[in-house]
């Protein structure tokens, strides 16, 4: 099971048709309050849009690491901008949607300051290199 947010109606009907082997679901604002795992039970009885978030995620329930892999690649192809990609674990089904979107933004924030560090060095060394 795939779980969007933040995607508009044209990025969902892409992201659909290229993960066609998948079920895909659009997790509507109204629920933001509820546990992951309530969200999973019910999936096939969400209405409404995913278009209410900022920021975009792809939540992955249940799939093994090709899937993700693959999920990851073929998405990533379609250029959707910047996405932050999860899965679920045991943890993350107890949580409530807004706090584990709260907790991926705050990961994302991290790794991408990390990958800014880890740049800036990288080019520290190559300029030193030069002299």
Not at 40 to 51: F, P, T
Not at 58 to 85: C, D, T, W, Y
Request: charge should be neutral; proline fraction near 2%; charged fraction near 35%.
């Amino acid at each position: 099971m795939i779980f969007l947010i933040g995607f508009n109606e044209n990025e969902v009907k892409k992201i659909r048709e290229t993960l066609s082997e998948f079920k895909v679901y659009e997790v509507p604002q109204y629920c933001r309050d509820w546990a992951v795992q309530s969200i999973v039970e019910k999936a096939e009885e969400l209405k409404g849009s995913c278009d209410w978030h900022l920021k975009k995620f792809i939540l992955m329930h249940n799939l093994k690491n090709p899937q993700i892999k693959e999920v990851l690649a073929k998405i990533k192809s379609l250029n959707l901008g910047r996405i932050i990609f999860a899965t679920t674990t045991p943890a993350s089904l107890t949580w409530k949607l807004k706090d584990l979107l709260e907790e991926l933004i705050h990961e994302d924030e991290y790794f991408q300051e990390l990958k800014r560090m880890r740049t800036k060095q990288s080019k520290l060394y190559l300029d030193i290199e030069k002299d």
